[in-house]
């Protein structure tokens, strides 16, 4: 399989490769940094669903889009574009690709898709155009586009600090997840305006978290103000157990024990919400992709 892979590879076959979302299980604020930017804790729950991206390796140099009329990122701004140059430039190769995402994830809804889809980029074409950069150099070029793009490019659950940069793998219980997006996208500057965000919260550990004495979410509060269809989404999820926010966008979703239990809550839902379920990832479907793919020639 990993033989057949290769060589398709290096004739230009399209080759799939998953981007997973993820979950914020707590977000805290501690504080603004020097730079501007402010101090985080988090804990990153990868998920078995997401994106999917198609990838076909170029001998010409060119780096374009393909094939993505639904998705409303423009091909210039798109952060797969940008992760793709990055890569190539920080590794001085000539060759090219050509890109095609289905988009599941929500834009904007806190779910990590536009960095995993990046993170996808950076670690799929480090394959395919066997530039042999570490885990570690991908991290660092993923962090050039955006604070949750490491979490991707490692493929593990994390407990993060900083501005969501530094990683340390965690041990999570196995969980399934109902996921609602409320539709709401809000850009991350306005939120941090925000006269009620508590951005002073004390620091707190991995101990904490295990204990169950660290939850919640920073931008709950702003969002459930400014955007009603948060509210109801997370009022509706309360009946189930404990709703959350995830990230700084409209996605919310209660944690269950296993899969039965989500889907059952699911088909109680009003109907009207845009919700579904998935799994928490012991360790990213990216990586086991990777597992299965050689380095090329």
């Known amino acids: 399989m990993a033989a057949a892979l290769s060589a398709a590879a290096l004739e230009g076959e399209w080759i799939v490769w998953p981007a997973p979302a993820k979950l914020n299980l707590f977000l805290h604020i501690l504080g603004r940094r020097h730079d501007g930017y402010h101090r985080l804790q988090t804990v990153f729950q990868l998920l078995d669903w997401g994106d999917t991206v ?27 574009i940008h992760a793709a140059n990055l890569l190539r430039k920080s590794a001085k190769k000539s060759f090219g690709a050509d890109i095609s995402v289905e988009k599941r994830i929500p834009l904007g809804g806190g779910f ?35 604070a949750d793009v490491p979490v991707f490019v490692r493929g593990r659950n994390a407990w993060a600090e900083g501005v969501g940069e530094l990683l340390s793998p965690v041990d999570l219980p196995k969980a399934a997840y109902l996921i609602v997006d409320s539709g709401v996208s809000v850009p991350t500057r306005e939120l941090f305006q925000a006269s009620e965000l508590t951005r002073d919260a004390a620091p707190a550990t ?36 404990e709703a959350c926010l995830t990230g700084t966008g409209g996605g919310c979703f209660v944690r269950f ?41």
């Open 112 to 146: 990590g898709g536009g960095s995993s889809d990046a993170a996808t980029i950076l670690v799929a074409l480090n394959r395919l155009w066997n530039t042999g950069l570490s885990e570690d150099r991908l991290a660092e070029l993923g962090l050039q586009l955006g």
């Open 54 to 80: 198609r990838i076909r390796r170029r001998e010409d140099g060119v780096i374009r889009r393909i094939g993505s009329d639904d998705y409303s990122v423009p091909e210039a701004a798109d952060l797969v």
């Open 206 to 241: 991995i101990s904490d978290f295990v204990s169950g004495t660290v939850r919640g979410n920073a931008f709950e509060p702003v969002l459930r103000r400014l955007h009603p269809a948060v509210d109801s989404a997370l009022s509706v999820l309360s009946q189930y157990g």
């Open 257 to 297: 024990a296993d899969r039965e239990a989500a889907e059952a809550a699911l088909r109680q839902l009003p109907s009207g919400l845009k919700a579904w379920v998935a799994m928490g990832a012991t360790r990213s479907p990216l990586l086991d992709a990777l597992d299965a793919f050689p380095m090329t020639a």
